[in-house]
């Protein structure tokens, strides 16, 4: 026998059985009598279910690793699911479940849907995304303003004798956009939280919050969500993208190229009286 067992009954029968399931009460109230399906969530049969619920390492791997490096906001579910198609998914230890709530209700489609995959693939070919505005780091709003150590040793005394925490927003300025894979790695010193998110997945939407253990062990179950937090889609294409970027070779080339960029604007316009610093 299957976990999933179903049983439906017509909401409207035909129209001889109408009288028989609609019945109108002395106050003129209409009552409804229907069978409404059961079903659980796990689609392999017993036998197959029992055996692999004596020893799922895989899951247990991947949950134990989870501890260790992501901010318990949430009480999870017992199951890692590697795989889905259509309204079916399946977990790493080859349990098959029916997805009753479309990932958190975003998957209209399902799962693995052909023609999403073909224009989300169609699209990557052509153009991912574009902007109108674009800015220099590492401070690049209102105005563009390069930080010393000092300035950001200052900040980071000043957080340990208040007791606050150190927030650096990378979210422009990281992922090897100055030749280190983050921009405060070249001042020498680490902030309690960092934001970083526009260049991480490639063009596709995303935003990360890194914390120390320390913060992160202030932080419980429920203090906060997101409907799209470690989506597959976009953690897939933001693993590439990290791949590509801690190579030494990448950053070596982010940084040869910083310093032609930067002797070709002191040859052009060192000189120009409305250029205040090219540093």
Request: aromatic share 6%; proline share 5%.
């Given at each position: 026998?299957?976990?999933?067992?179903?049983?439906?009954?017509?909401?409207?029968?035909?129209?001889?059985?109408v009288p028989r399931l609609f019945?109108?009460?002395?106050?003129?109230?209409?009552?409804?009598?229907?069978?409404?399906?059961?079903?659980?969530?796990?689609?392999?049969?017993?036998?197959?279910?029992?055996?692999?619920?004596?020893?799922?390492?895989?899951?247990?791997?991947?949950?134990?690793?989870?501890?260790?490096?992501?901010?318990?906001?949430?009480?999870?579910?017992?199951?890692?699911?590697?795989?889905?198609?259509?309204?079916?998914?399946?977990?790493?230890?080859?349990?098959?479940?029916?997805?009753?709530?479309?990932?958190?209700?975003?998957?209209?489609?399902?799962?693995?849907?052909?023609?999403?995959?073909?224009?989300?693939?169609?699209?990557?070919?052509?153009?991912?995304?574009?902007?109108?505005?674009?800015?220099?780091?590492?401070?690049?709003?209102?105005?563009?303003?390069?930080?010393?150590?000092?300035?950001?040793?200052?900040?980071?005394?000043?957080?340990?004798?208040?007791?606050?925490?150190?927030?650096?927003?990378?979210?422009?300025?990281?992922?090897?956009?100055?030749?280190?894979?983050?921009?405060?790695?070249?001042?020498?010193?680490?902030?309690?939280?960092?934001?970083?998110?526009?260049?991480?997945?490639?063009?596709?939407?995303?935003?990360?919050?890194?914390?120390?253990?320390?913060?992160?062990?202030?932080?419980?179950?429920?203090?906060?969500?997101?409907?799209?937090?470690?989506?597959?889609?976009?953690?897939?294409?933001?693993?590439?993208?990290?791949?590509?970027?801690?190579?030494?070779?990448?950053?070596?080339?982010?940084?040869?190229?910083?310093?032609y960029l930067k002797e070709l604007?002191?040859?052009?316009?060192?000189?120009?009286?409305?250029?205040?610093?090219?540093?």
């Amino acid at each position: 026998m299957n976990s999933v067992e179903a049983s439906f009954v017509p909401l409207v029968s035909p129209a001889t059985d109408v009288p028989r399931l609609f019945k109108l009460d002395r106050r003129k109230r209409f009552a409804c009598r229907a069978q409404l399906p059961k079903a659980s969530s796990c689609l392999v049969s017993d036998a197959q279910q029992n055996a692999v619920a004596s020893s799922e390492p895989a899951s247990r791997k991947v949950m134990e690793l989870e501890k260790n490096v992501f901010v318990g906001t949430y009480a999870r579910a017992p199951v890692v699911i590697q795989s889905g198609m259509g309204c079916k998914l399946h977990d790493v230890d080859g349990k098959e479940y029916l997805d009753m709530t479309a990932g958190i209700a975003v998957n209209s489609l399902g799962h693995g849907d052909p023609d999403w995959v073909n224009a989300v693939v169609e699209q990557a070919h052509t153009l991912t995304h574009v902007s109108n505005v674009y800015y220099s780091i590492p401070q690049d709003e209102g105005g563009v303003y390069s930080s010393t150590k000092d300035y950001l040793q200052a900040l980071r005394t000043a957080c340990d004798d208040a007791g606050a925490l150190l927030v650096f927003d990378e979210v422009q300025c990281g992922l090897g956009q100055t030749g280190h894979p983050w921009a405060h790695e070249a001042f020498g010193l680490m902030p309690d939280i960092m934001t970083i998110a526009k260049p991480l997945a490639g063009g596709i939407p995303i935003g990360v919050v890194l914390t120390t253990e320390r913060v992160a062990a202030a932080i419980s179950t429920g203090d906060h969500g997101s409907t799209f937090a470690g989506g597959p889609l976009v953690c897939h294409a933001s693993l590439a993208v990290l791949s590509k970027i801690q190579e030494p070779s990448f950053l070596t080339s982010v940084t040869r190229k910083g310093h032609y960029l930067k002797e070709l604007l002191v040859n052009k316009l060192g000189g120009n009286m409305h250029v205040v610093d090219l540093d």
